[in-house]
């Protein structure tokens, strides 16, 4: 990645990851490649928002010398201490030692427990401002989206708000710009950002928008830490946050799933049938074949979760297990369920489902059958899909 331009005197220059397949460890599948972005602007003290990750220092330094010298970096700012943002922080400090570091008290802290140093720091909060020369930039604290740390940093000047990990896209690309790609693949990339990142803090997240609406802030540009840098559909995705943040859904139902014989299969396939005849969108997810960072983004928004699982030892199968963990994490609320599957001698799967799950949603009656289903209980499973989704279709949308 070359260092490019968003608006006079501001700058891009963080780095393309385009082999990144895997973020979080293995807990997000990032298809699209990851970006860790870092801005430069260069006003009377030059600062530097964010950092990279480690492994990509000397991508973010060259870009950097493109249009300053790296030593003559006055000023860091630190609006999220994670790795990928933070890794490159203790070689940019070697190189302007006498930098000046602004960020939140425990982004403070986080950075002596990652890297043992975080310079000359200056702990700032919400309605405190630091001026660079023309700009003045804002500190806005984020707690908790998605990290204690995280803060926003607002330049009026520019009309730039540099959100770190808010509105946040994992997408490879030599673009700058959201309209520079194919939107629908880049809503596509922010709906699995959201649901595998910041889903389980909707609550803080619809209560930051509202704070942030009150401040009239005038933005022209998103600039996020991952990820192409909003100006063009900045409506449509401040829309779909307050969406997302606010637990509404869709008339739409995701089957998950996992087999062991093909008998819960048999089932899980007529049940969608009978969800589908009704004219209810639904997507059959064999959860041992389809990765779960994608699974959770259909389920984001969608009204029905259905859950299978043969029985095992008393118990559901192991990676519907995992991803149910997983999911139990998001807090979401508000969505209808059933589970089903088939057992040979006592059936716990389905009742362990329901415990793992019932916070978040309303459970109908499950659906057992011992071993193979005759075509008497798949018909049932046919029957008891379409009249999921009679319910779904008649229960008023939110």
Known sequence: MAARLIKDGVYAVGAIDWNEKHFHGHTYVTRRGVTYNSYLIVDEKVTLIDTVRKGFEKELIENIKKIVDVSKIDIIVINHIEPDHSGAFPEILKLCPNAKIYGTEKARQGLLKYYGLSGNWTAVKSGQSLNIGRRTLDFIDMPMIHWPDSMFTYSAYDKILFSNDGFGQHYATNKVFDDEVDFAALIDEAQKYYANILWPFNTLIAAKLSAISKLNLEIEFIAPSHGLVWRRHIPEIMQKYLYWSSHSCQNRVAVVYETMWNSTKKMAKKIIEGITSEGVEAILFDVTKNDRTDIASYMLDAKGWIFGSSTHDGEMLPVLAGFLHFLKGSKAKGRKSFAF??????????????????????FEPSLRVVFNPTGDELDKCFETGKTFALKIKNEKRK
Do not use: H, L
């Not at 040979?344 to 329901?354: C, H, L, N, V, Y």
């Open 341 to 362: 599957g088939s057992y040979g001698w006592s059936g716990e799967a389905a009742g362990d489902i329901e415990n793992t799950v019932s916070s978040m949603t309303a």
